[in-house]
């Protein structure tokens, strides 16, 4: 794993350095989940918005259909 510290020499890290790097793992990992959480939930909306507008369309198309024949 890697941890935020000297690179040349391993020997410098110490355990507060190796607590700093999980503590920012932690939080980039957070950070992942969160842009996935933001990905799934705009492209759900996208597909719901989509399916909607369809239906709509259909609907409307429909009733003007309806309308015509009247």
Do not use: P
Not at 24 to 53: D, N, Q
């Amino acid at each position: 794993m890697y941890h935020f510290g000297d690179l040349d020499n391993k020997e410098n890290d110490t355990t507060s350095q190796q607590a700093g790097g999980i503590f920012v793992e932690k939080i980039m990992l957070k950070v992942v989940l969160a842009i996935k959480v933001i990905c799934s939930v705009t492209w759900f909306v996208t597909v719901v918005t989509y399916v909607v507008y369809t239906a709509c369309q259909w609907i409307r198309y429909a009733l003007r259909r309806r309308n015509r024949k009247e």
